[in-house]
Structures are given as C-alpha cells and as structure tokens.
C-alpha cells in the first residue's frame, strides 16, 4: 500500500499529540475558562479520531521505510500537527481567524516563537500553556527528526553527525522514532522540571516558570508577558536562562551519554569547541560596542548591565531561542549585526535549535582552509576528515548545496518581503528569524516592527514558508518537489 508507513507513523503521532491537549484542558477547566476547555476538547477528540483512523487503516502492512516516505513524514506531520494545533485557537476566538490560529500553531512547533497575539498578558492562561505546549512538542519533535531521520537521508551532511546512542536505524521508520524518543524523552523532561523549579526558585511566579521552561528546553521563545523575559525585570532569571538556552542547543545524545559516565564528551567534540568560541566572541563584542555607547550617551548601561546584555543576548540568539531581556532592545548597530550572524549560524547538530548549524560552519571553514592550501601546493593530497571520519565528496557537496540553499533563501525571502512593501532592512530580518526559527529577536532587530498581527496575508504566508524551511531542513523540502524522489 503506497505511504504505508508514512500513514502508519503519522497516526501514531497524532495520538501522542492527542495526550498534549490534556495540558490545556486542564489548566483551562482550572482557571474556570469553559469555552477554552470545550475547545481543547473538541480538538483533541478530531485528532484522536483522524490518528485512530490512519493507524487502523495502515495496521500490518507498515514496513521498513523508503526514503520517500521519510522525506514525506516531517512535512505532512508538520502541516497535519499545525492544522489541529490551530482548531481549539480559532474555536475558542483566541485569533481573528482561522489562518492566523495556524499561523500561531505552526510558529509553536517549529519553535519560532513569532506570535499573531497583539496582547499576551490579556490571553487566557489555557492559551499561553498551550503556546508553550506547542513549542515544548515541537523540540521533542525536532529532536527525533535530527537524529533519526536527518542522518538517514544525508541532510546538508547531516551522516557525520556524532549520535552517541542506537537509534533504531535498521527498523521501521516508527522504530526509529522510537529508538530516539525513548531514552531522550526523560533527559527533556528533567531538564525542562530544572529549569521550571530554577525559574520558580529565583523570582518568577509558577505558571510562567512552566510555561518558560517549556520555551527555553525547545529552543522557542514563547513568553507569557509582551516583553518577553525583560517584562519580568528579574536579572537572575535571565542569567540563569543562559546555561538552559546553551544546554538546549547541544546535541542531545551527549546529555545522554554524560549521564552514562562518558563526562569528556562535551570536551572533545569540534563542533562544541567552535560552539564556546563563538559564543565568547560575540559576547564580547556586544560588551564592548555596548560600554562604548554607554560612555557616551547620558544614564547609559553601567559595565556590569552591559555583560548581562551582552551574555544573555548572544545566548538567545546562538541557541535561537529569541527570549529578549532587559535593556536588549537597545543594542548598538554593532551588536544588531553580531546577532544576526549568531542567527543564521543556529546552534549544533541533534539539537533544538535551528540555523545553518555549527557543524556545516565548521565543515566549510575547514574545507574551504584545504582548498586554499592547494592553490599553494597543488599536490597537496589532504582529506578533510571530522572525529576520524573521512567526509566523503558526495557529503561535501551536501554541505555547500545546504549553504548556497540557505543564503538563497534568505535572499528570495528577502526580495519577497520587500515585494509586501517592507524596506530592505525588515525584509532581510524578518526572513532571518524566520529561517532560524527566531520569531521575537525581530523586536532587537527591526526596532519600528510593529507586530506580526499587523502583517497582511502575504506577508505572514512567506514568514510561515519561511518557518517550515528552516524547521525542516531546506534541501528537505526542496526534495519533496524533486521528480526524481518520485520515480523510486
């Protein structure tokens, strides 16, 4: 049966996704929000019954998966997720429409963070957990699809990536996802009650250390308040944010082998060592532009406010989490285009966050460095090789397709927007946050944006394209359209 195991393994996932509208459902029945419960409700009964129906349907005769129907799931799971991730919004008049409801789900799970809500303190608190619900599942998500499926079909290189548990890779495609959900889920779970309790711990009231912690380990950015992480004017929650944002954008397998003794592995992975160096570097750069502008300009940041700024920013957007904190929304010109270099750079391989990823940069520099010493000598016969590992030319051409795509992307994004009557400025961050799945760092960016929900209908449909391109995997999605996929 054509889809078998795409149908199958789609099913499945909208009955997992079934059991996260309890969350909600509670917090509304809670709070006393009966049209809000009634919602969640009714959606979560649709999702059971379409799930329930794809998997009677496609019972026994799932089998191992085609590379087809592993190109296939990630995007109609996403679309199909989005779609009844949206249902309870609209019913509920959460969103004017039933578009901007999608638009709202789908910025949730591809842990965007960009919101159609013009006022999310006045938002039902059923609402706001559902955000962060969204976002939380999303991560889960993007986890299972880094490390099982990625790696599988040789995303932008994605075959060298150092997966330090047995993922199911000679299974079903459910198996697969499997094979990583099982022993990951508990570490994402852990480290989501640490950060909840540290948050709680350190000032923030408990909902919105829940729904914060929900946002920090999926690498999201939803905020319970219009200001973000700043609204709170808690200094030590947002230092405290730091490690949890860096922690989400690391590979994941190495949290689980860590906990299995193997305490150097953080220590001798490249892509981690280039993962600090970056980090500090932009740190400092944004200190430094930031004290020299407050030397010159009257009740500027004091040196230690500017630390604070500078560390917190560059966390935020090197992980793509997008939380923005006190004072952020004045960084220098400098510090604007230190940021948007951190976003497009994203954070590492099997984690949550997005962006071309550390590993693809290291890769080219390294390759590109090679490719130069040849020029000198041309019978220099050295191989680029990464933990030991030959990278082969067919992985190297993924990589530099993966790159050109990226900045192609960006580029076309940024024409298209400007096409809505964006100056080029706007056009080219919005497609940035899009990309990277960074929907609030807009506010530090484009400081006269007004909202997404003052976006027309074109403009949000290309920040949606831009939202599953970055979430995806370009060359993913690009791959769905190829004819040649097709014929196999």
């Not at 079909?153 to 697969?176: C, F, M």
């Amino acid at each position: 049966m054509p889809f078998a195991t795409t149908g199958y393994a789609l099913g499945r996932i909208l009955l997992v996704f079934t059991a996260f509208f309890v969350v909600p459902l509670l917090f509304a029945i809670g709070y006393g929000e009966q049209k809000a419960a009634l919602a969640f409700f009714v959606a979560a009964i649709l999702t059971a019954f379409a799930g329930g129906i794809m998997v009677f349907t496609y019972h026994g005769v799932a089998a191992a998966p085609s590379k087809k129907e592993m190109v296939a799931l990630p995007f109609v799971g996403l679309l199909a997720t989005s779609f009844f991730a949206g249902i309870p919004l609209s019913l509920m008049g959460a969103t004017p429409s039933f578009a901007d409801s999608l638009f709202e789900a789908l910025s949730g799970l591809t842990t965007t963070g960009a919101t159609i809500l013009d006022d999310v303190e006045a938002a039902e608190r059923s609402v706001l957990v559902w955000r962060a619900t969204l976002q939380w599942f999303g991560g889960l998500a993007t986890l299972a699809f880094a490390i099982a499926i990625a790696p599988a079909l040789n995303i932008g290189g994605s075959s060298l990536l150092n997966v330090a548990l047995p993922h199911g890779e000679a299974g079903s495609l459910t198996d697969r996802l499997r094979g990583v959900a099982a022993p990951l889920l508990p570490i994402y779970v852990i480290l989501t009650l640490v950060i909840m309790v540290t948050y709680f711990m350190f000032g923030m009231p408990l909902f919105d250390a829940f729904c914060h912690a929900l946002s920090t380990i999926s690498s999201g950015g939803f905020s319970t308040r219009n200001d973000s992480l700043g609204g709170f004017g808690l200094p030590m929650v947002e230092i405290l944010s730091i490690p949890f944002m860096l922690l989400a954008a690391t590979n994941f397998t190495y949290h689980w082998a860590f906990l299995r003794g193997r305490s150097k592995i953080y220590l001798k992975d490249p892509e981690l060592q280039l993962f600090a160096v970056l980090f500090l570097l932009g740190a400092l750069v944004i200190f430094t532009g930031d004290l020299a502008q407050s030397r010159i300009t009257p009740g500027g940041h004091e040196p230690l406010q500017s630390l604070h700024i500078a560390l917190f920013s560059t966390a935020s957007a090197l992980s793509t989490t997008g939380f923005v904190g006190m004072g952020e929304r004045e960084l220098t010109l400098l510090g604007t285009l230190t940021l948007c270099t951190l976003l497009f750079v994203g954070g590492g391989m099997g984690s949550t966050a997005a962006g071309l990823k550390m590993f693809r940069l290291l890769m080219l520099l390294r390759h590109a460095m090679i490719e130069l010493a040849r020029l000198a000598h041309p019978s220099n016969a050295n191989r680029l090789k990464y933990q030991n590992k030959m990278v082969t030319d067919n992985v190297l051409q993924g990589l530099w397709m993966f790159y050109f795509l990226f900045i192609g992307a960006l580029a076309l994004g940024g024409v298209g927007f400007a096409a809505t009557g964006r100056d080029l400025d706007s056009a080219f961050y919005l497609t940035l946050t899009a990309i990277s799945n960074a929907g609030p760092m807009i506010q530090v960016l484009d400081r006269s944006f007004e909202g997404f929900a003052a976006m027309d209908g074109a403009a949000k449909m290309l920040y949606a394209v831009g939202m599953i391109l970055g979430r995806l995997e370009i060359i993913t999605i690009l791959a769905l359209f190829s004819p040649g996929l097709w014929r196999r």
